[in-house]
């Protein structure tokens, strides 16, 4: 019987009949969802949002990364229909989760929403599926998620239906690397259940990488994320000690990554942002507490990083104080409120958090981002972007700039900005007193005026 069922279901995903199910339909679900349909899959994607299913039904992408003509293309030929309305799981053959996997209040992990997304599996559960965890979580969230869960309605995995878990690297705005070129790691609960990963993902992921179980591909992600962590953390505080000693940090990392080997680039901020780095390594700490074993590198990480808005905080009030004015009652343009170049994510922006510290010291802000035009402040209130002139931007005091999107006119920004703060080094090819940047001394007396 197991064999007939894996039979089956490997002939047809290799000759894809397969039907392919996703639940979930956020910057991780519908690329992958809309690589299946192009790859000619039938896709089924399904989300509990009814307008993002509307959007979807009518073409329309919410995603920045999914082209319209391409959603429009699947859409109209039929591989792929977006759905609320969940007993469709009863047609698939195939199934990934694609959930978001949040913090509590309490800073622990929440995972209710793969519960969620399990419980309606079970209730249209039948043999021989293929089932796929791609949300981030901890070692030995599939194992206790899933297949314990299974087991307790009498499903067998490896027998009854296969089970995986294949992380997601897609990286939102990387133009160079997308799901299809972003080699995929993927381990099973058995076996068989691997092989079947691997030959279904296999038709749309250029290069896969099977590990031995679903654990090491969970924790695989979780070291590659919480690795990045710590690595901002290390640059962002070698910024702040750069500022203190009197020493340019942009040009120390540009002179230190000219060794061919043994050092790896990376660049301070005003903070971390998104849903994975903030979010991955905690998860990791909370399992890793279970077994009494505490990371240190991880807690040190995250505070230092969740530190850096007040480091801008300092920073712009240090600017200013040259320019003889203080926080309170100054008017500050914030460009860039996306925690990162080109995309038009708010979660976890350090923006954000920018924004209240500088709103909650008196001053007037107003932000611009090309790409996230709007969020709610700490006061609930909504705040939207606004539109501006740059021969205008001498009305403000200064110009923060916090996210470098690549729409930014820098030389304008330079030529009629009273006072720039500059967290990215966006403006590495301007040498002028009026630009202060984080991570360098601010050694040069700031002009008053344009
Ligand atoms: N965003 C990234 O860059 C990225 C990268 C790699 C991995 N991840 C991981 O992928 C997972 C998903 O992240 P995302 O950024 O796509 O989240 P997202 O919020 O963009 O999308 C998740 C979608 O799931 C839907 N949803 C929630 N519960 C559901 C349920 N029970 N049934 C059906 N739909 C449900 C939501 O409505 C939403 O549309 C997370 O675990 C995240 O850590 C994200």
């Known amino acids: ?107 622990e992990p929440d995972m209710s929403y793969i519960e969620s997304a399990v419980n309606e599996i079970i209730n249209e559960m039948h043999k021989g599926i293929l089932i796929t965890l791609e949300s981030t979580t901890y070692p030995g969230s599939t194992e206790e998620l899933i297949e314990k869960k299974l087991e307790n309605y009498g499903y067998k995995v490896g027998e009854d239906y296969f089970l995986c878990f294949s992380p997601e690297r897609v990286d939102p705005g990387n133009k160079t690397y997308t799901t299809q070129n972003t080699p995929k790691v993927l381990g099973g609960t058995t076996s068989r259940c691997t092989e079947l990963g691997i030959n279904l993902y296999g ?51 540009e002179a230190a990554n000219t060794k061919p080997f043994g050092f790896m680039k990376f660049t301070p901020g005003p903070g971390i942002g998104g849903h994975c780095i903030p979010l991955d390594p905690v998860y990791l700490s909370w399992k890793a507490k279970e077994s009494n074993f505490y990371s240190r590198f991880i807690e040190l990480a995250q505070e230092t990083n ?42 976890e922006s350090p923006s954000l958090e920018v924004f209240e510290l500088l709103q909650s ?48 006119n820098y030389i304008d920004i330079v030529r009629y900005s009273k006072l720039i703060i500059d967290t990215r080094n966006a403006f590495k090819n301007f040498d002028d007193s009026k630009i202060v940047k984080l991570g360098s001394p601010l050694i040069k007396k700031v002009h008053e005026t344009v």
């Open 203 to 253: 038709k749309v992921i250029n290069q896969m990488v099977p590990v031995s179980s679903t654990k090491v591909a969970e924790m695989s992600k979780l070291l590659e994320n919480t690795f990045r962590s710590i690595n901002i953390a290390f640059i962002n505080e070698m910024a702040m000690l750069c500022d203190r000693i009197g020493v340019n940090i942009w040009e120390t990392i």
């Open 361 to 408: 010291n008196g001053a007037f802000i107003d932000f611009n981002d090309p790409h996230a035009k709007t969020f709610k402040d700490a006061h609930n209130n909504s705040v939207d972007s606004i539109n501006f002139k740059y021969e205008e931007l001498g009305i403000y005091d200064c110009i923060l700039l916090l996210t470098n999107h690549s729409s930014y």
């Open 1 to 107: 019987m197991t064999t007939l069922l894996f039979d089956s279901l490997n002939y047809k995903i290799l000759n894809k009949t397969a039907r392919v199910g996703v639940i979930g339909l956020g910057y991780v679900g519908l690329p992958l969802a809309i690589e299946f349909a192009k790859a000619g899959y039938n896709v089924i994607g399904f989300d509990l949002n009814t307008n993002k299913i509307e959007q979807l039904i009518n073409s329309n992408s919410y995603i920045m990364d999914v082209k319209e003509d391409e959603l429009k293309e699947v859409i109209e030929n039929g591989n792929f229909i977006p759905t609320a309305d969940f007993s469709l799981i009863n047609d698939v053959d195939c199934i990934s989760i694609c959930v978001p996997t949040p913090l509590t209040k309490s800073n």
């Open 306 to 347: 969740k530190n850096m808005p007040y480091y801008v905080l300092a920073k712009v009030s240090e600017a200013l104080n040259s320019t003889s004015k203080s926080i309170r009652g100054s008017k500050i343009l914030i460009l860039g409120m996306a925690y990162k170049p080109d995309v038009d994510d708010l979660r």
